[in-house]
């Protein structure tokens, strides 16, 4: 069992800054990638970026330069450092990531809840 936990979101003023944290706990498992995604009411979910096991960045649309993403292997943690924060940058977060059995090499997809993000104008 994987459980991924969001945390960091909320309210902030167009042009500021968070950071997303997005934990994985449990044991018998490897990560092979985690990303983010974001999802409006009504929308499909969209990427906003991943980050493979080597460290190998994707980014959404042109996000790349204000949204960086980035993991500690350590802690299973993946963070999202999210800049110069625009009004359609407002949206659910959610955490997802692609993980490995450690006996079975299964390979399987986990999503956390999401953390809500709004970017006033």
């Known amino acids: 069992q994987v459980q991924l936990v969001e945390s960091g979101g909320g309210l902030v003023q167009a042009g500021g800054s968070l950071r997303l944290s997005c934990a994985a706990s449990?044991?018998?498992?490897?990560?092979?990638?985690m990303g983010w995604y974001r999802q409006d009411p009504g929308q499909q979910r969209k990427l906003v970026a991943e980050i493979q096991d080597g460290g190998r960045t994707k980014y959404g649309d042109s996000l790349e330069g204000r949204f960086s993403i980035s993991r500690d292997d350590a802690k299973n943690t993946m963070y999202l450092q999210m800049n110069s924060l625009k009004p359609e940058d407002t949206a659910v977060y959610y955490c997802k990531a692609i993980v490995r059995d450690s006996r079975s090499l299964r390979t399987y997809q986990y999503w956390g809840q999401g953390t809500q993000v709004t970017v006033s104008s």
């Open positions: 449990g044991s018998g498992f490897s990560i092979n990638s």
